[in-house]
């Protein structure tokens, strides 16, 4: 219930940043919701509901590769930015676009680094991001930056270049926020002591790409042996492995501590 009031939360941040500091100054986010305020600029359509329409074929590859939760808590986030920005007015906080453009890069930033957190994602550009990351170690907000400048471009053409600027800096500084709020790309080593190890070895075998050692224990007290699976994880991953190794043993014990660097593979394969 606390990831979904996350994501509820996160992306009220997204809407309130869209409607009350970016659109009125006609500065974009970037990304599919870019792509939906341009055309909510140019066009009678609502902004909300062409980045609805927008996500959906996303939300079928997000299903894919990440699984039904991260769809579902998507699929929330993006039906609450889309309501958020159909019913808060547009209206701009500040008058001063620069002003507009940093607060809402950082209310946006925020925002959608707490939906990460969530094992969420506000669609588009994001989903695509994760989908990579999962493939390479990269920071997601750096990687947002770059994916989005496509995007702005194109909005230097259809606006002006002052707008185009400061999208470019709102950008900039909500990518990274992301990164301070989102912690994916810091690593955690999982020590997993447990009887069902055979199976505990298989489901994380089909659920993660992370390669995982297995070590022989011995209960100090009981004398019982124990098979020890070993593994180095991302934090964004922590949440979904928690809630397998609950389901495959609820008795496992598990230790888990913060990972300074990797040296050598990371991934499977």
């Given at each position: ?25 006609k ?80 209310i946006a ?93 298989q ?18 007290y ?48």
């Amino acid at each position: 219930m606390r990831k979904l009031f996350g994501i509820i939360i996160g992306s009220l941040l997204v809407a309130i940043s869209f409607n009350m500091f970016l659109i009125p100054h006609k500065v974009l986010s970037g990304g599919l919701s870019g792509i939906a305020i341009i055309v909510g600029i140019l066009t009678p359509f609502n902004a909300g509901m062409v980045n609805f329409l927008l996500n959906a074929p996303i939300l079928v590859l997000g299903y894919i590769g990440l699984g039904k939760r991260f769809v579902f808590n998507t699929v929330l986030s993006v039906v609450v930015i889309s309501v958020g920005m159909y019913y808060i007015p547009v209206q701009p906080i500040a008058s001063e676009a620069l002003l507009s453009s940093l607060f809402g890069g950082v209310i946006a930033g925020a925002g959608i680094g707490i939906v990460l957190n969530c094992y969420g994602s506000t669609g588009g550009f994001d989903i695509i991001g994760m989908l990579l990351s999962r493939k390479r170690d990269i920071q997601l907000g750096g990687f947002l930056i770059f994916l989005n400048a496509g995007v702005i471009i194109v909005s230097g053409f259809f606006f002006n270049w002052d707008a185009a600027l400061n999208s470019l800096l709102s950008i900039f500084v909500t990518g990274k926020v992301i990164d301070a709020v989102h912690t994916k790309h810091r690593k955690l080593t999982l020590m997993i002591v447990t009887n069902k190890a055979e199976e505990m070895k298989q489901r994380l075998l089909s659920s993660v790409v992370r390669g995982i050692t297995l070590l022989e224990g011995e209960g100090a007290y009981s004398s019982e042996k124990k098979r020890v699976l070993m593994t180095v994880i991302s934090r964004e991953e922590l949440f979904g492995i928690k809630s397998l190794i609950s389901e495959t043993d609820p008795q496992a014990f598990v230790n888990i501590t913060e990972t300074v660097e990797v040296l050598g593979l990371f991934r499977r394969g």
